[in-house]
């Protein structure tokens, strides 16, 4: 599982398009995410988003074994896998539908606070987040801490 994740993100880092590897490697990763790590699992999302390459079923097996594990997840984890599936428009109850990965931010809500690119992509995901809403989606919503200074991030961003 491991070197599946390491492959794609190598692929997507390099910014290689190689449609085949990615179409492949989804296949053999949907069946596989339930032996992923918390890791494995933000690289894989990181990677096909950032490949800009969809692979729906991918995301929504990495979004069903992810539920109860974002407990697993460090800040990092946690933000790579909000800006992912944003930025793969992967609109995954699973994951976003309960309490979990607010929670999760909540409770590394220290280490994100103090790293501004997980607040960025933490803001990214939130934009997306309300964006979803207007389908009838009812995602909880960052901690007001995490929310202002996500706000706050996007802001200054907008302002360069």
């Given amino acids: 599982a491991q070197e599946l994740a390491n492959m ?3 692929f997507a880092k390099a910014e290689h398009k190689a449609p085949a ?21 933000a690289n894989t999302a990181w990677a096909f988003a950032k490949a800009g390459h969809q692979a729906p079923a991918l995301f929504e097996a990495i979004a069903q074994q992810a539920q109860g594990r974002v407990g697993e997840f460090n ?14 428009n ?15 931010c909540e409770r590394h809500s220290k280490s994100i606070l103090g790293n501004r690119n997980a607040l960025n992509q933490l803001e990214f995901w939130r934009q997306w987040r309300d964006a979803c809403s207007t389908d009838g989606r009812t995602w909880p919503t960052l901690p007001t801490p995490l929310l202002a200074a996500c706000q706050a991030v996007g802001r200054d961003r907008e302002a360069k």
């Fill in 21 to 41: 590897l990615f179409e492949a490697i989804a296949q053999q990763a949907q069946g596989r995410v339930g032996e992923f790590k918390a890791q494995d699992f």
């Fill in 90 to 104: 992967a609109r995954c109850d699973a994951l976003f539908g309960g309490p979990h990965f607010v929670q999760a």
């Fill in 8 to 10: 794609v993100r190598a």
């Fill in 75 to 88: 800040a990092q984890t946690l933000s790579n896998m909000a800006w992912a599936f944003a930025a793969a």
